[in-house]
């Protein structure tokens, strides 16, 4: 329990900044084998200030992975397991459902418990209760999803993490964080100049982002929890294309300190600049595997952008991609085991695709025509990245087999440079 108070003080805190519109979530495909499963109106619930049913069972339904029972139609749901009728669920079609109640404390907090249960075995799966604010029933709401996304599938639930990205209105860009499911957008940075490359410290409390606002661009790296921000490269020529280290003490930059834009290693706190690269082509975008022992990276070194990777410390480098002429922007998945990156298919498309680091094996997974920036979420299950629809810049979500796809779009304008927040580790 008191690790969820924890997590829950920090995503209260997160940001200190105005809360935008939220970004609007739009499923476009869907898994090929749905679990079907209802979530029943958790009982005294109309009562609160948001409804959490709605919440786990959007969170749910956008995985792609869950077929919803429609519960609507239950006049009086049950709160415990002794309460269900499991041949009326079994009737239904559903395999497994969710049960739930809320109850008032006398100290203005709320009792929130529910359970998941087998319909077919007539067993209880997981059943939790928290205390929490009214104010945190949202969150609470996604923790709930993600116990039963990770009972119902085995892989862990990510819709209690947070997303960032650029917002572009003319010339005015915002750096924000929302929700997973777009919702609760707030402020990190707004500037009339332009705001790129947001990425999360490990332990979600930091990003580091590159800004224009002095003519020039600098990494900055800023504290979510109290908007103290700090200066990391300020080097001359270009500063970009930040990067964490697993454990947080170091971020891999893109510097053209010395000459040609070349990978180097910096202190979080902006000491101790390490030159990896040294090439006569232009090296950048760099990302640390999940152990920390190596870096990949775009470079055009042998004529055409490619993805390449060098040990964390420095030495050898090694080529990992030979299909087509431009592959930039690679990512590691959070096994380490493939990493998604952007290739140019048929000289005109640019579409996100994921290679496998055992067998080379490469898997195309959109059919959009100008992606970039793809992102993890922290799972491993879903691929978050930018796209252009009719005209404008949204962000888009594929699953990492290419069969769920979602888009996620605002009307404050064009959104760019997606990054997908970590798992805490003291969820």
């Known amino acids: 329990m008191m690790k969820l108070l924890r997590y829950l003080l920090l995503c209260a805190l997160v940001l200190p900044g105005a809360v935008n519109a939220a970004l609007t979530i739009e499923i476009v495909g869907s898994g090929a084998n749905q679990i079907p499963v209802s979530i029943l109106p958790f009982v005294a619930e109309n009562s609160l200030p948001q409804n959490m049913t709605s919440v786990v069972a959007a969170d749910l339904q956008r995985s792609g992975l869950f077929k919803l029972v429609d519960a609507s139609s239950v ?28 109850a008032a404390r006398s100290d203005g907090k709320l009792d929130v418990r529910f359970r998941l249960l087998d319909v077919v075995k007539q067993t209880q799966l997981a059943g939790f209760s928290y205390t929490v604010a009214p104010a945190q029933l949202r969150l609470t709401a996604h923790k709930i999803a993600d116990v039963v996304y990770e009972k119902l599938t085995g892989d862990v639930g990510v819709f209690s993490t947070k997303i960032a990205y650029i917002v572009k209105s003319g010339k005015h860009f915002e750096l924000q964080v929302s929700d ?18 947001p990425a999360w410290s490990p332990d979600g409390s930091h990003l580091a982002y ?16 109290n908007g103290a921000r700090k200066t990391v490269a300020q080097f001359k020529g270009n500063n970009s294309a930040p990067a964490w280290s697993p454990d947080g003490s170091k971020l891999a930059v893109a510097l053209t300190k010395d000459g040609n834009t070349q990978i180097y290693t910096i202190n979080a706190d902006g000491s101790g600049v390490k030159r990896l690269t040294h090439s006569s082509g232009i090296d950048t975008e760099p990302n640390f595997s999940p152990d920390g022992k190596n870096i990949v990276f775009t470079s055009d070194r042998g004529g055409s952008p490619q993805v390449y990777r060098i040990p964390a410390d420095g030495g050898d480098v090694t080529r990992l991609t030979f299909d087509g ?10 096994d380490g085991k493939s990493f998604v990156f952007v290739q140019r298919v048929n000289g005109a498309s640019f579409n996100i695709a994921v290679q496998d680091m055992a067998t080379w094996q490469v898997q195309l997974l959109t059919d959009t025509r100008k992606d970039e920036s793809p992102t993890f979420a922290p799972n491993g ?47």
Do not use: C
Request: glycine share 10%; no cysteine; hydrophobic share 35%.
């Open 381 to 427: 299950k879903m691929i978050l990245y930018a796209t252009e629809i009719g005209g404008r810049g949204v962000l888009a979500a594929v699953s990492s087999d290419g069969r769920v796809k979602q888009r996620l779009t605002t009307q404050a304008g064009d959104v760019r440079e997606p990054a997908w927040g970590p798992l805490l580790k003291n969820q």
């Open 180 to 197: 997973a499911d777009g919702y609760g957008a707030q402020t990190v940075l707004a500037s009339n100049e332009p705001l790129i490359s």
């Open 325 to 334: 002429n431009y592959n930039v922007t690679p990512r590691y998945s959070p």
């Open 75 to 102: 006049k009086m749901p049950p709160a415990e397991p002794g309460e269900v009728s499991y041949p009326e669920w079994r009737s239904r079609g559903a395999e497994a459902i969710v049960i739930g109640a809320v």
């Open 210 to 225: 590159v800004s224009f606002e002095k003519q020039k661009p600098i990494v900055y790296v800023q504290s979510l929890l």
